[in-house]
Structure formats: structure tokens, C-alpha cells
């Protein structure tokens, strides 16, 4: 199955400073890459996704970029705020999975200092 | 009201018990899954199922079983606990085919479970 690596495992940032988070997996036949946050003492919740066929998708703050060919790809957090302190999961989902399985890298945990 | 919601929400238990995790959902997705949360492992799948006739193994299977009772509800037991599955269990759901424009899964709030 599909292998979902992800770093740093933790990043602490600057209110206003930028915050990246980087993943790569291991099948070339995946298609799918949502981001989840999860706040403490809450579920997951998706933030972004992006799929193969694009190379960048911006939603206000936040932008994912994706390398299909380095099967790699990345969360972009601009002018970051502490309400952005969360743990932020990356994962991939292959093409072949007709239950929408998806392979979860092993967390970020983000803190933004005021 | 939530859409996804899981009871108990916190439980503490002893060696060899059996113990019986629900998740209920309002979103009429077909689609479940019970993923296992502990601290530098990230999700991992326990079990997910396709519809009510339907269930599957995900990578950490043993030592767990499920039910799926009706399209919104999947329970996840512990036949005999043990110290190792201490963790934080979510349940989720999910509705579209991989190849529509939807594949969010959503999260329950999750239970905190130890096992003594």
C-alpha cells in the first residue's frame, strides 16, 4: 500500500511568519492529497486537497503545491496566527481505491508564538 | 447537532475487558472507517466499511472487530482490552467515488480510551 511521509514533525513559528510542511509518497498511481487540521480536543478537518492533474491550489492563507514527478508535495501557510496552532495532517489516496481509502502521513504539530 | 458523533467520549478500562466504541452519523454517507490516533504515528485505519454489507480490514486489524448496524452506525469493540490500545479512536465518514469532486472524509470528536 501507499506509504505517506511527512516533516517536520514539529514547527514553531512567529505570528506573521510563513510555515511550511512537506510530504512525499511512495505510489506514482495516487491521485488525491487533502491536508487536515486537527485542533486540540477535536476531530480532523479537511483545510485543503489537491488533485494530480493540478500544480498549485491557493485558498486565502493557506496553498498547497504538489510534484508529482519527486511525488512530493506541501502546505504553505502565509502571515501565520496562533489560531493556525494545530496538528496538520497531510495523505494520499491511490487511484486503484474504490473506498476513498486514505494513507495519513504522522502529523505536524504547528505552533505560532504572538 | 453534530453530524458525526462518538460515544463515549472518554473511557478508562482494565486488562481483559471487553469494550464497545459507537459512532453514529446524520450525513448519509455510506462510506465508514475507524481510525486509531497515537502521539508520533498519526491516523491509522482499523477498519472502514463500504456500505452496511460491507467491511474491511484496514492495517491494524487485530485485536479489533466492528459492526456495522446500519448505514449510520459502525461500532468498534475490544474483545479483550489491552495497555497497548491506550489511544485517541475516531470514527469518520465519507460519500463520494473517488472520482468525483468530493472525497472529504469527516471526523467524529473522537474517544480518549485507556486501558489499565
Known amino acids: 500500500g501507499e506509504n505517506v511521509e511527512q516533516h517536520p514533525s514539529t514547527l514553531s513559528v512567529q505570528e506573521g511568519d510563513s510555515a511550511v510542511i512537506k510530504c512525499t509518497y511512495s505510489?506514482?498511481?495516487?491521485?488525491?492529497f487533502p491536508w487536515y487540521k486537527q485542533e486540540l480536543g477535536k476531530g480532523p478537518q479537511l483545510i485543503i486537497d489537491i488533485r494530480s492533474n493540478v500544480g498549485e491550489k491557493k485558498d486565502q492563507r493557506i496553498a498547497v503545491t504538489l510534484n508529482k514527478t519527486a511525488k512530493h508535495f506541501s502546505l504553505h501557510i502565509t502571515e501565520t496566527q496562533p489560531e493556525d496552532s494545530a496538528v496538520y495532517f497531510c495523505?494520499?489516496?491511490?487511484?486503484?481505491?474504490?473506498?476513498?481509502?486514505?494513507?495519513f502521513g504522522r502529523g505536524t504539530q504547528l505552533t505560532v508564538w504572538p | 447537532d453534530a453530524d458525526v458523533t462518538q460515544t463515549p467520549r472518554n473511557r478508562i478500562t482494565k486488562t481483559g475487558k471487553r469494550i464497545m466504541l459507537e459512532c453514529s452519523q446524520t450525513?448519509?454517507?455510506?462510506?465508514m472507517y475507524w481510525y486509531r490516533q497515537d502521539p508520533g504515528l498519526g491516523l491509522r485505519l482499523i477498519y472502514y466499511?463500504?456500505?452496511?454489507?460491507?467491511?474491511n480490514k484496514g492495517e491494524i486489524s487485530d485485536g479489533y472487530s466492528v459492526s456495522r448496524q446500519a448505514q449510520a452506525k459502525f461500532s468498534l469493540s475490544l474483545e479483550s482490552a489491552i495497555p497497548n490500545q491506550t489511544a485517541l479512536y475516531f470514527c469518520?465518514?465519507?460519500?463520494?467515488?473517488?472520482?468525483?469532486?468530493?472525497?472529504?472524509?469527516?471526523f467524529g470528536p473522537g474517544t480518549r480510551l485507556t486501558v489499565l
Open positions: 450525513k448519509g454517507h455510506d462510506r
Open positions: 495523505a494520499a489516496r491511490d487511484r486503484g481505491s474504490t473506498l476513498g481509502r486514505l494513507y
Open positions: 466499511s463500504f456500505d452496511v454489507k460491507d467491511i
Open positions: 505510489d506514482s498511481a495516487s491521485n488525491y
Open positions: 469518520a465518514t465519507s460519500d463520494a467515488l473517488p472520482g468525483t469532486s468530493s472525497n472529504e472524509q469527516f
